[in-house]
């Protein structure tokens, strides 16, 4: 048969193509490798792969031999003046003795090591609903100096254009409330009242540690905090309704400490409710129940 060449992108290729062309097996031909594949760089310079095939020639006009069985060891032939020689017997297998089984013994139980278990902590109370002690008319007065002053330097060093704040004691709730007026009110209020809040509690917190006694801290600006105690405190009275109504306790939606702490004292003396808190974080809620008759 001639040589054959055929081409393709790999060797590969154009080996299966002249093997298809020829029609024999792969361990019947010898393959030349004429030239390798090449990509090239971005299209340019590709090569394509070039071999010859050649048919395998084992002798002149001669097929390829077929492979051959594999050949076998030669057998001696018998000795002719040995005898066969008899077979061999081997001992039968004696039977084993029977082994007396034992009953399952139950294992013994480890012994358990009892620990003494410590006392655990008491856990403070996280939500104070009552003031320590009661203010007088001059310690309410003095606080209230004491923390407009506060809340004025604050609101400077906050860079808040021309603040005015005015302050009166809440006997009822015990607290500071302060009103602030600005032309930047707008800013102290913030999302959902964020800035008022952060502003009283670090007000609170300065004024607490220099008058030796905790003192609960309200800054308003343009009505915020009293348009939502007001809305609060309507919810808090139709739930109390609805629990005396109904005989079953009515959970509102979970809001702050100063929240919780203003429908305490608003419905503390309600002959048919009581109030209570539960829950953890910001998810702290206000239970009200109806009083057992």
Known sequence: ??????????????????????????????????QEGSTGFMGLGVKPAKIRLTEKRWGPDSPAPAPSAPARAPQRPPLRNSAPRPPERRPEPRPEPRRQERPPQPRPEPRRQERARAPEPARPPRERAEPSRSFTAAEGAEACEKARKLVVELLQLMAIAAPTATASWDADLERVKISVESQDASLLVGRDGRVLESLQFLAALMLSRGNGAPVAIQVDALSYWEKREQTVLDEARRAAQTAKETGKPVRMEPMDAAMRRLIHRTLRASPDVTTASEGEGAWRKLVIRPKAR
Do not use: F, N, W
């Open 1 to 34: 048969m001639a040589p054959i060449e055929a081409e393709g992108r790999t060797v590969k290729e154009a080996v299966d193509a002249a093997l298809s062309q020829s029609g024999l097996r792969r361990d019947q031909v010898e393959i030349t490798v004429i």
